[in-house]
């Protein structure tokens, strides 16, 4: 069934954005409900340009490597000289969320176990210089938006929020273009959480936190095996 949407051009978007994208009504926050995400959290754009600190090491991720919820670390550290474009900086108990092709959920919380996962050599995660400057220094993709709560409370609760699937209709309907499609930070920024949910944010995201933890564990253990493997076949 078609969808159509009559816009007056007293409300087209800053620009005179004329995509019919733009103008769906599927991307409308649904009627009734609390706040928005832009009343939990503040978006990060704090940026490490191209040949870094030659010096410091930088983990980089990439949108393939945030899915339902967790980062799975399939790199290790590089050295500064070898980021050749632009990254954000991310910090632990931030939420990313890749505004590239929605329908991939690489949506993650980045949780404080990160830095000690396995696929980081023991002198990478213990040789920082102080307790504020890690060794390893984390960044992602430009096509990461990177949440920080307003207010120091977790943001954990984003992620199952992020991920459900009134949420999801509205971020696949707000994409725009044809071979890279993206949502914008607006449109994140006004997504409506019911206020049910609001209320349960803390218990949400205490979950999640567990969880990720959990897994976090499992990975670890995994590759464990897989180091212990290597090391019975030399």
């Known amino acids: 069934m078609a969808i159509a949407a009559i816009v007056d051009i007293a409300r087209l978007d800053d620009g005179w954005i004329l995509a019919p994208e733009r103008y769906d009504p599927r991307r409308r926050p649904a009627e009734n409900v609390g706040p928005c995400v832009g009343d939990f959290v503040h978006v990060r754009r704090d940026t490490v340009t191209a040949k870094a600190d030659p010096e410091r090491k930088f983990l980089v991720l990439d949108t393939g490597d945030a899915k339902d919820g967790i980062i799975a670390v399939s790199k290790p550290p590089v050295a500064g000289s070898q980021i050749r474009s632009a990254k954000k900086r991310i910090r632990p108990r931030q939420v990313i ?46 096509e990461f938006f990177v949440l920080e709560s307003i207010d120091g409370a977790s943001i954990a609760f984003l992620v199952p929020f992020l991920l459900s699937t009134p949420a999801q209709a509205v971020l696949s309907a707000a994409q725009e273009g044809g071979h890279h499609p993206r949502f914008n930070e607006r449109t994140l920024m006004t997504l409506s959480i019911p206020t049910s949910l609001a209320e349960q944010a803390q218990e949400l995201s205490a979950r999640v936190e567990q969880a990720v933890m959990q897994a976090r564990e499992a990975y670890a253990a995994l590759r464990g095996a897989v180091m212990t493997a290597d090391s019975l076949q030399r």
């Not at 993650?108 to 990160?114: I, K, N, Q």
């Open 97 to 142: 969320v890749s505004r590239l092709r929605p329908y991939l959920r690489q949506v993650a919380w980045v949780d404080p176990g990160l830095l000690a996962d396995p696929a980081l050599s023991a002198g990478e995660r213990d040789g920082a210089s102080s307790e504020t400057e890690p060794a390893v220094e984390l960044t992602c993709s430009t």
